[in-house]
């Protein structure tokens, strides 16, 4: 009678035949791997509905960014859903995004802070940088020093000397606002105090929106702004003293960078892009890539990204490199001003 190949397993087992046992499993996974090589399955993605993690509110410059990743994948046939997972400066979505399956099917925008300085600045963490694979990098920006001029206490702040000279004669009552403790805009207007030699207090808020909101309603004095804030800027309500990149910004021409406003050596920009858990096998980070460099040709889409900075597509390798150059200088700027959350 001929036997099952359970049975022949289990026989095997019994009279202790091992190599024969050994054979007889490896030998069909060998020839599945010769039929469906990695590269073959990873062509099957996406099989499913995709989940997008945004860890920042809608209508934040991340959420932006995650809408038109989101608009992009869509064009595989698949549903995308977005899922705006809020709070702790980027933590809880991070977290969720952590401890998710790599199978492609949980995919995180984020920016800069929530990757390469949370992991650095919290003492109790749910992940750690390496627990992901950079994917794609989407867009880069740097933030723009803004004050309300409607607000009677920075009506005569024009510039960068200006700010200094007020913060210097009122030690610890300027207030400038942030997305959060830990937040990049919180990390750089520290930057900017050590270099200056002032004093001013940090206000935290929820998202980037709130705060330029604060600034708005005369809640805080002063903040760094990602590009949001030019259509304000334009438009008077908000005044703009310096770019923290290093080149003047195309949108704001005569703004003068932080170097040109006297205070050299602080560049502050950040990246807003896409990662996956490291779990993630490399055929499917590649896959997502090549699916989102497609962005390229949807002027639509172009624009979007656009409005919220420079378009800067860096796949996979280029991504990671610039990652790692992160955590280790804000790593740097953590230390020597003594930053560490709770």
Request: aromatic share 6%; net charge positive; glycine share 6%.
């Amino acid at each position: 009678m001929k036997l099952s190949p359970a049975r022949r397993a289990w026989r095997l087992l019994l009279t202790g035949s091992w190599i024969r046992l050994y054979a007889l499993l490896l030998v069909p996974l060998a020839l599945w791997l010769v039929v469906f090589p990695p590269a073959a399955q990873a062509q099957a993605w996406p099989s499913k509905p995709i989940r997008v993690v945004v860890p920042f509110p809608a209508g934040s410059t991340t959420d932006n960014v995650g809408r038109v990743v989101a608009e992009q994948l869509r064009k595989s046939g698949q549903t995308v859903i977005v899922d705006n997972k809020i709070g702790a400066n980027g933590v809880l979505g991070a977290t969720d995004v952590a401890r998710s399956p790599g199978d492609g099917y949980t995919i995180m925008v984020t920016n800069s802070s929530s990757v390469a300085i949370n992991p650095q600045l919290y003492k109790k963490l749910g992940y750690e940088t390496r627990d992901f694979t950079p994917v794609m990098m989407m867009v880069s920006a740097p933030f723009f020093l803004v004050v309300n001029p409607a607000h009677d206490k920075m009506a005569a702040v024009n510039n960068v000397a200006d700010l200094v000279a007020l913060a210097k004669t009122r030690p610890g009552q300027l207030t400038y606002g942030s997305a959060g403790p830990g937040n990049l805009a919180h990390l750089g207007f520290e930057t900017i105090n050590n270099r200056a030699g002032i004093k001013t207090i940090h206000v935290p808020y929820k998202a980037a929106t709130a705060a330029q909101l604060a600034l708005l309603s005369r809640e805080i004095d002063v903040l760094l702004d990602p590009p949001l804030t030019i259509p304000h800027v334009k438009s008077g309500k908000l005044r703009a003293l310096a770019v923290t990149s290093s080149k003047r910004w195309p949108d704001l021409p005569n703004v003068p960078t932080l170097a040109e406003a006297g205070i050299p050596n602080v560049e502050i920009t950040f990246w807003l892009g896409v990662l996956v858990p490291s779990s993630t096998p490399a055929p499917i980070v590649q896959a997502i890539a090549q699916a989102l460099l497609g962005v390229r040709e949807d002027p639509k889409l172009m624009q979007q990204l656009q409005n919220q900075g420079q378009v800067d597509l860096l796949e996979p390798q280029p991504f990671a490199a610039r990652l790692r150059g992160e955590v280790q200088a804000w790593g740097e700027v953590i230390r020597r001003e003594n930053i560490q959350l709770d």
